[in-house]
């Protein structure tokens, strides 16, 4: 199987520009978490959607956001970027809800943004 | 809210020797996840062992082996027969169970060094 996809890999934007990140996850999974890497805070978790619906979300401003279509791919999107939202996006996919014990998650290589 | 801590920012070891990266955690739940990743320099995520909270034998996957000490909240990695594959960005992961949404609460990260 084809691990989890995330398209693009790098991205450099200004500030006040939105962006859309994609991820397609592993075949069958219908689970998909976001979370945000910097090196200063760390991996934080941002959201997790399961069958088309937000499950979990993390603490983060509204400027942050997803969606997940019926094939379960997944968007997020963060409007009105700032420099502190420089960061790896990292996805990961789960066969399951994340809530559930047995499952694993598989994280793509994530996307590298840049907001100058 | 629980917190997951990696007290050891960097560690090195030299090839074919022992070395134990630290984890210590604090939640006031019985029932959760504990998982070591491993992030190789630009590349993906990768799960390297998990524990379950009620198992009280510690987990072990080939080279890889953990010290859970639930009373101390303590999560420790020893990678034995140390390989330069084995260079790579480490994190300590926490999961709480038994609830209707799940998300993954990370350590900073400890960099792990290999010298040949």
């Known amino acids: 199987k084809a691990g989890v996809t995330q398209t693009p890999r790098y991205l450099i934007k200004t500030r006040g520009q939105q962006v859309t990140l994609s991820c397609s996850p592993i075949s069958g999974h219908r689970s998909v978490s976001w979370y945000q890497q910097t090196p200063g805070q760390g991996l934080q978790f941002l959201f997790e959607?399961?069958?088309?619906?937000?499950?979990n979300k993390g603490n983060f401003p509204g400027r942050f956001s997803g969606r997940q279509f019926s094939n379960s791919r997944s968007e997020m999107n963060v409007s009105t970027l700032e420099l502190g939202d420089s960061a790896l996006y990292l996805c990961a996919s789960t066969e399951t809800p994340l809530a559930l014990e047995d499952n694993e998650q598989f994280f793509g290589p994530g996307t590298r943004l840049t907001v100058l | 809210a629980q917190t997951v801590t990696q007290s050891q920012p960097e560690m090195s070891v030299q090839e074919a020797e022992t070395v134990t990266l630290s984890c210590t955690y604090d939640t006031s739940e019985s029932d959760y996840y504990l998982f070591w990743y491993k992030q190789p320099p630009s590349r993906q995520m990768i799960l390297v062992i998990r524990?379950?909270?009620?198992?009280?034998q510690n987990a072990t996957e080939n080279r890889f082996s953990v010290n859970f000490q639930k009373a101390a909240k303590s999560f420790s990695l020893k990678i034995s027969d140390s390989q330069l594959g084995d260079a790579a960005m480490y994190f300590c992961a926490y999961k709480e169970g038994g609830t209707s949404y799940g998300k993954l609460t990370f350590g900073q990260g400890t960099i792990l060094t290999v010298h040949p």
């Open positions: 524990q379950e909270a009620y198992k009280q």
């Open positions: 959607y399961f069958s088309e619906t937000q499950r």
